[in-house]
């Protein structure tokens, strides 16, 4: 007889439910949230288990990296189907929630998640913290403005570099408690500023070194942040079978909605997905838009949206384009050329992501090719 596992996990307690193939519960446990009290706790049923789910997080990917070497067949599941699920039950409680994922590796009925290299959460971590020291970083530059806005004094339009030096030049002659104040408030952004700095080198150094960054950052408007920030998230580009599904799997295609014969529209994209690799798309494709000025068949075509529709609908179609470009140049290993190339280039991701049978995939590969030379 097969058995099945539910994970319910907690920062300090975990629980444990184990049911048979008639979906009687064998075993319920608590244990701490530790790698080796959880095979001990299942340890008695190792050669009969066919399936042992947990929920996707934090904790949970760590255990499935702890255990799965050592033979536990887990599976990490999506947090959103899941909570769908187990909203079916009355009460909702840990004990409840580690039998409801028991029988949802028992019926089958789950969605797995693809649990990504090692390598791929430092460099999200380091994506994340830059991130949040810049975010900081304009939060106390628009309060020291704001503040000193309010005394009729205006820092203009300066850099970075020369903000503190501005501010400091008009506190010259101020209140000193003020100056005090604002004092303050320049040493800690001193400080996020200096973190920033070593956090955006370290960035920059790992882009340089690393070809499918590089290879990525050949396409307009795409910089060290978003060529890091697509390979992060799609990790393995042999995932997915066409180029046209990463627009969508990370949240840029529209939702739609249909019920009967009446009901049937399409709405705003659906943002699922990795938010951080959406947001770097879609800054890419505005950089493409309104700071780049060299032609090419993809701001071309981007413009002529943003002239029948709007710019934000021209951004969000470009953002949606370049994720199929960056994904084909990185299956396919080739560089993506302005002009010509990038015209083909475009075609041959439009094609391929169509699923046209005039054209194989071998002729558009050759298109590329032809493209580079």
């Known amino acids: 007889m097969k058995y099945f596992v539910g994970l319910d996990v907690g920062l300090e307690e975990t629980n444990v439910c184990v049911i048979d193939s008639e979906g009687l519960t064998v ?14 706790a299942v340890e008695g049923y190792a050669d009969r288990l066919d399936r042992v789910g947990v929920e996707a997080s934090s904790l949970g990917i760590w255990l499935y990296r702890e255990l799965q070497p050592a033979g536990v067949p887990i599976i990490v599941v999506e947090a959103r189907h899941m909570r769908v699920s187990l909203s079916t039950m009355r009460n909702k409680t840990d004990r409840n ?35 949040l020291l810049k975010r900081k970083l304009i939060d106390i530059e628009n309060h020291i403005r704001g503040t000193l806005r309010a005394c009729g004094l205006l820092i203009g339009a300066v850099g970075r570099g020369g903000h503190e030096a501005r501010v400091r ?5 101020g209140d000193p408690i003020f100056s005090v104040m604002i004092e303050a408030m320049l040493d800690v952004r001193r400080s996020i500023f200096e973190g920033y700095e070593r956090l955006h080198r370290v960035l920059l150094q790992v882009v340089q070194h690393d070809a499918v960054c590089c290879r990525l950052m050949t396409v307009p408007g795409v910089g060290p942040v978003a060529a890091l920030s697509f390979k992060v998230g799609v990790d393995d580009p042999r995932r997915f079978a066409q180029s046209r599904t990463v627009g969508a799997h990370f949240g840029l295609t529209p939702r739609r909605h249909q019920s009967g014969t009446s009901i049937d529209y399409e ?29 090419s068949a993809l701001r071309a075509w ?5 002239k029948r529709s709007s ?18 140049m990185w299956v396919s290993e080739t560089d993506f050329h302005v002009g010509f190339g990038a015209a083909t280039a475009m075609e041959a991701c439009t094609v391929i992501a169509a699923g046209s049978r005039r054209m194989s995939a071998g002729v558009a590969s050759s298109m590329l090719r032809r493209s580079k030379d």
């Open 27 to 40: 075993r319920e446990v608590k244990v701490s949230t530790e790698p080796a009290a959880i095979r001990s």
């Open 267 to 295: 709405g705003r994209i659906s943002k699922q997905g990795d938010v951080a690799v959406r947001e770097a798309l879609c800054e890419a494709a505005a950089s493409l838009l309104l700071r780049v000025r060299k032609r």
């Open 311 to 328: 710019m934000l609908c021209a951004i969000t179609a470009v953002a949606r384009k370049l994720a199929s470009i960056l994904h084909w």
């Open 169 to 173: 030049e008009l506190l010259e002659h």
């Open 97 to 131: 929630d580690a039998r409801g994922i028991a029988q949802m590796m028992r019926l089958g009925w789950y969605r797995a998640v693809r649990v990504k290299n090692i390598d791929v959460p430092k460099m999200r971590s380091l994506l994340a913290n830059r991130k």
């Open 302 to 306: 981007g413009l002529r949206i943003a």
